[in-house]
Antibody, heavy 122, light 103 residues
Framework: QITLKESGPTLVKPTQTLTLTCTFS??????????VGWIRQPPGKALEWLAL???????RYSPSLKNRLTITKDTSKNQVVLTMTNMAPVDTATYYC??????????????WGQGTLVTVSS | EIVLTQSPATLSLSPGERATLSCRAS??????LAWYQQKPGQAPRLLIY???KRATGIPARFSGSGSGTDFTLSISSLEPEDSAVYYC?????FGQGTKLEIK
């Protein structure tokens, strides 16, 4: 079955760079049509789409955060890494990674990790 | 950038009633719209994709409809476990959510 799990620091200081890793199983990111995305959710607030990388290395970013985000994949390790630069307290949120399938669905996120809470504070 | 507006913000209904949640897009998105359910402390769960197709394992009381700019998630015969926040999504955009409370 498909599983995803986020890992990374739980606390970062303002101006630091956040690096999160999504480790997944049950599928390969070399399979045509598949992707892994990152979504975040500040406490008590709505979901915010951040970035997505596809099997063919195509990547997409939130326009409002594009300058701060980088998404990469390591197919051999079944991992996707998200980096976000210049972190600020407003970036405090639960960060989720999720599986996207553009072949059998419209690319929506059918499988999600449990999420990891990242707090930005000095 | 497409903006998704969900209404109402909060909906309070009794078990057995029917819930109708709306998602309006600022421009046509064809049928590329998904709905998610999120309960407190949990990751979102995909309910509907392609506007009207139920995801695997989703009960038949959940249904989606619409195309273009106006979409609806309907939940027939509400059950207590349907209490959650529901989000619509179109590609890189999420709505702000509708909180459904079961009295």
């Amino acid at each position: 079955q498909i599983t995803l799990k986020e890992s990374g620091p739980t606390l970062v200081k303002p101006t630091q760079t956040l690096t999160l890793t999504c480790t997944f199983s049950g599928f390969s990111l070399s399979t045509s049509g598949l992707g892994v995305g990152w979504i975040r959710q500040p406490p008590g607030k709505a979901l915010e789409w951040l970035a997505l990388i596809y099997w063919n290395d195509e990547s997409r970013y939130s326009p409002s955060l594009k300058n701060r985000l980088t998404i990469t994949k390591d197919t051999s390790k079944n991992q996707v890494v998200l980096t976000m630069t210049n972190m600020a307290p407003v970036d405090t949120a639960t960060y989720y990674c999720a599986h996207s399938d553009t072949v059998t669905t419209d690319g929506s996120f059918g499988y999600w990790g449990q999420g990891t809470l990242v707090t930005v504070s000095s | 950038e497409i903006v998704l507006t969900q209404s109402p913000a909060t909906l309070s209904l009794s078990p057995g009633e029917r819930a109708t949640l709306s998602c309006r897009a600022s421009q046509s998105v064809s049928s590329y719209l998904a709905w998610y359910q999120q309960k407190p402390g949990q990751a979102p769960r995909l309910l509907i994709y392609d506007a009207s197709k139920r995801a695997t394992g989703i009960p038949a009381r959940f249904s989606g409809s619409g195309s273009g700019t106006d979409f609806t998630l309907s939940i027939s015969s509400l059950e207590p476990e349907d209490s959650a926040v529901y989000y619509c999504q179109q590609r890189s955009n999420f709505g702000q959510g509708t909180k459904l409370e079961i009295k």
